[in-house]
């Protein structure tokens, strides 16, 4: 299984209501949207996040308490690859757009939902840049949960 906790990729976040930063609450919010539980795009943990995060833990039968810790975000996480489309997808783009040095939006990976050439790009080069320190991470382009935990807990963010 790939979410074994005897790999050395950082640990999920904690992520509590009123969290006040924008990462990776932005990447959050697309994946509640994705497990259907709408959630508005805002980059705050406000009360309109909490109350959807307590019915996905409700739902997936998880610890109730509002809190993104690393059984809810192992729920929450959409394997995604080429050709996947829509919220997860955003939230993949989105962490890339997180780590886009330049500060203009525009120049970063657009965050449109399509997992198409560009975001297989920066999935495998971002798996490249991890595979050399950490060999349980694949380059293969599919963001499942060891991906994805690299990517919301911040490794190589600048």
Do not use: C
């Amino acid at each position: 299984m790939e979410d074994v906790a005897t790999d050395s990729i950082r640990p999920w976040p904690v992520v509590p209501q009123g969290y006040a930063l924008e990462h990776p609450v932005r990447t959050l919010q697309y994946l509640l949207r994705a497990r259907n539980h709408p959630a508005t795009v805002n980059g705050h943990f406000d009360t309109a996040t909490e109350g959807a995060v307590r019915a996905f833990q409700q739902e997936k039968k998880l610890s109730v308490d509002g809190i993104v810790g690393p059984k809810t975000w192992a729920a929450l996480v959409v394997t995604v690859k080429k050709g996947s489309t829509g919220d997860a997808v955003r939230g993949v783009q989105e962490e890339f757009q997180y780590r886009n040095e330049s500060g203009d939006p525009s120049l970063g990976l657009q965050i449109d939902g399509i997992f198409g050439p560009k975001t297989d790009e920066a999935v495998r080069g971002f798996q490249e840049a991890l595979a050399t320190s950490y060999p349980e991470v694949l380059v293969d382009g599919i963001v499942g949960p060891i991906t994805w935990r690299a990517l919301v807990s911040g490794m190589l963010s600048f």
